[in-house]
């Protein structure tokens, strides 16, 4: 794909015999089955995800279109190369090793987009792979290479289209970060191995003059669902603040789901509220009801916001809460109906131990609000 500047976002996928796809990032693999074939035309849609690729074959080698989501009204160039099997070309040794942790702050000159992040990375010769950690979730499986000192880095899954290209020493880095061909901006980091970010558990909370959490919302059916209703009465209930257009989300949900099944039994209830940014209301039913199939979701998943995923807007809508900082949020209320913890972001299963910390944290968490 084509992002700003003119650079090229490279990425994987092979296409089998019954036209199926798999796409590569990292350890990270993505099946695609919703793959059309008409002529010399091309239709790929992704899985949950609204966007899609139309492309064209020029000849038995190459294809050419836009990778397209309609709702942001946002095209990107993408172009394909039949045979290509390394995502970056190796061209000389590399100069660094940047495997480690590294402390990151991105637009470092402009204050009203300045976030910090944590950077955990790998490397195997000039192969490079991992993540950046933000307060808000995870830039997911990243994989690049270094050549002399410069570094790539890319994904994409779908729904982002992520490159990163630095400048770095065994210590330092100075680069830019893309995000489709609609984003681009600065990162600076430092070999830290000791640097954490702050907890995800305080950076969102209930404001004073609030105790409770509260809610009422639509489903695919009409029906408004709020917590006062008697599925959540006596249970543990996580309220989870998500779309179906973030791919932390998606990561986040599989984890639920998987959770869910194994404990419905207990008193616990999941519902999810998603805020959406496709222009009706009809079309963000659709992506739920998308999202819901695909990844087998048995708990509620109600529209609380379409048009927009606005974080201010949403924090309208939650107004008990200080802010909504991220994409997903998930509140932990216990069985008396009391707010017990905010968890802000989801780090997954790219992020590696840290992921695996959060399963142990979340269980031994929520066995504690199921036996008190």
Known sequence: MTVQDNEELPFLFEVFEDQTLR????????????????GDSLYIKFPVFEGYIAAKFNDSTTITGSF??????????FKGEYGVKDRFEIL???????????????????????????????QNGNVVTGTFRTTTGDYRYLEGVINNNKLELSTFDGAHAFFFKAE?????????????????????????????????DSLTFLKEGYDRFAFSFPDAKGNQISLEDERFKGKVTLVQIMGTWCPNCMDETKFYVDYYNKNKNKDIEFVALAFEYAKT????FKSIERMRTKLKVAYPILLAQY????KEKAQEKLPMLNHVLSYPTTVFIDKKGSVRKIHTGFNGPATGQKY????????SFVNQLLNE
């Not at 397209?68 to 160039?77: G, Q, T």
């Open 92 to 122: 000389a040794k590399p100069t660094a090793n940047i495997q480690g942790n590294w402390e990151s702050v991105f637009s470092p000159d402009t204050p009203e987009d300045k976030y910090i992040a944590k950077g955990i990375f790998k």
């Open 281 to 284: 209301s009809e079309k963000a």
């Open 168 to 200: 770095v020493t065994d210590s330092t880095m100075n680069g830019y970060f893309y995000s489709g061909n609609h984003w681009k901006e600065p990162f600076v980091a430092k070999r830290n191995e000791s640097y954490e970010l702050p907890s995800e």
């Open 356 to 363: 695996l910390d959060f399963k142990q944290e979340f269980e």
């Open 23 to 38: 796409i590569f990032n990292a350890e990270e693999t993505i099946d695609v089955d919703e793959v059309t074939v008409k």
């Open 68 to 77: 397209i989501k309609e709702s942001l009204d946002r095209i990107v160039p």
């Open 307 to 310: 048009g927009t995923s606005n």
